[in-house]
């Protein structure tokens, strides 16, 4: 069985660059919150990757756990974290202590973030196209009422290939 690919949100670094989701995390956070884990369960990839996004725990509305501020929930198929330390610093330390960050792909724009994908060999998906990627329809295999294969893993050209497809949709549009 190959590893599943992961995608890690910074989820506030997003929602403050999003147009609708940054001046509400102003007014109604909880609902700030809400609306962005809508957002991201439309947009997340359709493979088997893995979601998670990232909040601060300072930020979550809910009481501490005997174990400090950290949180996990699931929204649909999306994973949770209200990390106990900085979003930055939870995202960083999966990306150190992964045996496979090549498999890591990080939405985010913070510096320190970036520095650590850079330097462990996982890959960074910008914010701005992120917030650019259009909702994906599910698709089932004709007759079957699973998925059509879908590779395991992708290589950093056919990430590449992906970004650029996208970017010729968006002109096309």
Do not use: C
Not at 56 to 78: K, L
Not at 83 to 111: C, F, H, M, N, Y
Not at 122 to 127: I, T
Not at 152 to 157: G, Y
């Amino acid at each position: 069985m190959s590893p599943r690919r992961e995608l890690l949100i910074d989820a506030f670094n997003v929602i403050f660059a999003h147009p609708r989701f940054g001046p509400l995390v102003r007014r109604d956070p909880e609902a700030a919150r809400q609306e962005f884990l809508e957002y991201v369960q439309a947009h997340r990839p359709a493979d088997s990757s893995r979601v998670t996004v990232v909040f601060d725990a300072h930020r979550d509305p809910g009481p501490a756990t005997e174990t400090g501020r950290q949180r996990r929930e699931y929204s649909s198929s999306v994973h949770v974290v209200f990390a106990r330390e900085t979003a930055d610093v939870w995202i960083q330390k999966r990306i150190r202590e992964s045996k496979r960050p090549g498999l890591i792909t990080v939405v985010t724009s913070d510096r320190e973030i970036l520095a650590t994908v850079r330097a462990h060999g996982a890959q960074r998906l910008p914010v701005r196209q992120f917030l650019q990627l259009r909702p994906k329809k599910r698709r089932r295999a004709p007759g079957t009422g699973g998925a059509p294969d879908k590779p395991s893993s992708m290589s950093r050209r056919e990430l590449e290939e992906l970004e650029r497809m996208f970017e010729e949709r968006k002109k096309d549009d």
